[in-house]
């Protein structure tokens, strides 16, 4: 069975850090494209950052700077480190293909980024 765990949310002042991770299942890793996508109270859900099976990577504009996705074949796992964190990252951040599989989709992790 297809699994995408994701942790390492919380909450955070601005300016803070945290750094998300993603396990998925040796199938649908290897060879996909990965992506992490956030959805904020009341909003749609929308794609943030996306990474090859080669390391290339690209970024929704408003956290260009800010966040770098990265991920280790080995571990199955993907990464999205958060710095410079905005009241306006306050979402649940949630990893999937790039594009993303309706059933693939997991709990997600909260951030909550507040003073």
């Known amino acids: 069975q297809v699994q995408l765990v994701e942790s390492g949310g919380g909450l955070v002042q601005p300016g803070g850090s945290l750094r998300l991770s993603c396990a998925a299942s040796g199938s649908i890793f290897r060879s996909n494209v990965m992506g992490w996508y956030r959805q904020a109270p009341g909003k749609g859900r929308e794609f943030v950052a996306r990474i090859t099976s080669g390391g290339s990577t690209a970024y929704r504009d408003s956290v260009k700077g800010r966040f770098t996705i990265s991920r280790d074949n080995a571990k199955n796992t993907v990464y999205l480190q958060m710095n410079s964190l905005k009241p306006e990252d306050t979402a649940v951040y949630y990893c999937?293909?790039?594009?993303?599989?309706?059933?693939?989709w997991g709990q997600g992790t909260q951030v909550t980024v507040s003073s």
């Open positions: 999937n293909l790039i594009p993303p599989t309706n059933n693939y």
